[in-house]
């Protein structure tokens, strides 16, 4: 099996493993090779993707790697999202926005203990459909990547700037992070609707 045949197996791989990726050990496995020469190809890969004229780029987050749209594909997908047929963001997506959008920049694990669960699924899928984008690394220990809202995200929900979302109450009070997530995703949902109203 030639180098060209090892790259086309992982690209078929990555485009297969959707939202979720895949670790560059799976890769390894299946491909019965070594990490390092795993990494060497995605490197390979990466430059290939960004000089060509194909719409996708590899994305990291911490070890999982996968495929995603190219920042100039945002006016395609803005349609896609829009339209009603495919509104394919889930509840648990939904939610995950909405936290990012009021508490940006923010890190997987802070969404996580305000939403009480995993959230990497959600966040990947955000990523992937270009709602949001990494906005540095968090400083201390680890470096964790922070996650904020993209320009597509104010385009697909109307919104001129963050500051047209609606305000949330300045002190929560001893509510708990469960309620606090409720909080984000309630009034979320209120833009949503009034972003509905003003389209029709």
Not at 5 to 29: M, N, P, T, W
Not at 98 to 105: E, G, L, M, V
Not at 184 to 197: G, N, P, Y
């Amino acid at each position: 099996m030639d180098r060209k045949e090892r790259l086309a197996i992982i690209e078929a791989i990555l485009f297969a493993s959707g939202d979720e990726g895949v670790s560059q050990k799976q890769l390894a496995h299946v491909l019965d090779t070594t990490e390092l020469e795993i990494s060497q190809m995605l490197d390979e890969m990466r430059e290939q993707l960004c000089q060509s004229d194909r719409g996708l780029v590899l994305l990291e987050m911490g070890e999982i790697i996968q495929l995603a749209t190219k920042k100039e594909m945002a006016p395609f997908l803005k349609k896609l999202v829009e339209a009603p047929t495919n509104q394919t963001l889930s509840q648990a997506a939904l939610e995950t926005l909405a936290i990012i959008a009021y508490k940006q920049p923010i890190t997987r694990s802070e969404v996580e203990e305000i939403r009480g669960v995993k959230s990497e699924r959600p966040v990947q899928t955000l990523l992937t459909k270009g709602l949001v984008e990494e906005k540095g690394r968090r400083e201390g220990i680890g470096r964790a990547y922070l996650f904020g809202t993209s320009p597509l995200f104010l385009d697909v929900f109307g919104l001129k700037d963050l500051n047209e979302l609606p305000p949330l109450p300045e002190e929560v009070g001893d509510a708990d992070v469960e309620t606090e997530a409720d909080l984000f995703f309630e009034k979320f949902q209120e833009t949503l609707k009034a972003v509905d109203v003003e389209e029709k």
